[in-house]
């Protein structure tokens, strides 16, 4: 295969797999290999393109939108990583034609699956939190909202010392603290919005109000699913809608499994999943705190010995007729693009299956 795209010359065909709203290859470019992500929208007006002077326009405005969002987020995580680093960042952003590419080093995704975090003694599950807080961390601290925080774009990777890391991907959705961008841009795991992303979808929350509490919220979701192998179990509110984050704006009750075995991680988690954001505990919050958590377990003979094993079928199959998708951690399968128009009826409660995404 001998196309270049910019001075990427392309190695594989270009997939849609796992890609949502993009489509993905390898590349090399100086000897060295590179992911490389083809953005389906927007398309950038050239002077031979179809359409109306007005309709150009319109096309010309959001595609400086998207460059220069695009650009300022890159430019801020370059200085917040490093080779080899817990952030897996862009490492360039141009145009080509009428088309936007991303490009990040090619890293090896393979990683823990869910059901191997589970198969872990109790101590080694916090102590994964713990690396994932700590990467989140980074990007709170420079007022960086990830804005898709979920299982799928992060990678638990084991160290030679038999200690876990944990990588940051994908931050196609990523926006500065109460500057997110226009609500049909948003293209992060509706699984995963918090009470006010869904608010901001449906036109009821200013943008303003989305903030790095957002990502604590999904952290939440995120950190039972590590610690007890399932998910969130909700019980459905009428016209509430079926997310997590709209169900919690609701005030519906859910259970954690983590009720009575370990009562003091179900306390805190039911704090990061607070309807109201200023009621979260900030990400240094929750560092702190999962980190007394794993002392106070490693103190305690029967976590240090034994797992928990996940509620039945909970981690293989959607919960209260949708309340979450399944998510696969290891195999990649074939996802068209989704188009803009679907948005809206996604909100109406048409679940999208997601699979696993690739490294952004």
Request: hydrophobic share 35%; aromatic share 8%; glycine share 8%.
């Amino acid at each position: 295969m001998s196309e270049f795209i910019g001075k990427y010359r392309i190695i594989t065909d270009f997939t849609t797999s796992g890609g949502g709203q993009c489509r993905w290859a390898f590349a090399v470019h100086g000897g060295k290999e590179y992911f490389i992500k083809e953005f389906l929208s927007p398309t950038y007006p050239l002077p031979d393109s179809p359409g109306s002077k007005a309709t150009k326009e319109r096309k010309l405005r959001k595609c400086e939108q998207f460059e220069k969002h695009h650009r300022e987020i890159t430019k801020t995580l370059k200085r917040l990583s490093k080779p080899g680093g817990n952030l897996v960042i862009t490492q360039d952003f141009f145009r080509h034609g009428a088309k936007y590419y991303k490009v990040t080093e090619k890293i090896d995704t393979s990683a823990l699956s869910l059901e191997e975090i589970a198969a872990e003694p109790m101590e080694r599950r916090l102590l994964m939190l713990i690396t994932v807080t700590h990467s989140l961390k980074i990007l709170h601290q420079a007022g960086l909202v990830h804005g898709d925080i979920k299982p799928e774009n992060i990678l638990i990777k084991g160290t030679v010392k038999n200690y876990h890391t944990a990588k940051l991907i994908d931050f196609d959705n990523a926006f500065f603290s109460g500057k997110p961008v226009p609500p049909d841009d948003m293209v992060g795991d509706l699984n995963y919005y918090s009470p006010e992303t869904f608010g901001y979808l449906n036109g009821t929350v200013m943008g303003e109000q989305l903030t790095t509490a957002s990502d604590i919220f999904a952290l939440g979701l995120v950190a039972v699913q590590f610690l007890t192998g399932s998910l969130v179990s909700f019980i459905p509110v009428e016209g509430a809608g079926r997310y997590p984050g709209e169900l919690c704006a609701a005030g519906a009750s859910y259970t954690t499994g983590l009720e009575e075995i370990f009562p003091q991680a179900d306390s805190f988690v039911r704090k990061m999943l607070s309807a109201e954001p200023s009621k979260r505990p900030t990400v240094d919050q929750v560092f702190d705190h999962v980190k007394e958590l794993r002392s106070e377990v490693k103190k305690r003979e029967d976590f240090i010995t034994t797992t928990i094993v996940p509620r039945a079928s909970s981690a293989k199959k959607s919960r209260l007729k949708g309340t979450l998708l399944k998510k696969s951690a290891s195999t990649s399968r074939e996802a068209e693009p989704t188009p803009r128009n679907e948005k809206r009826s996604r909100l109406r409660g048409t679940l999208l299956e997601k699979r696993d995404s690739p490294p952004a």
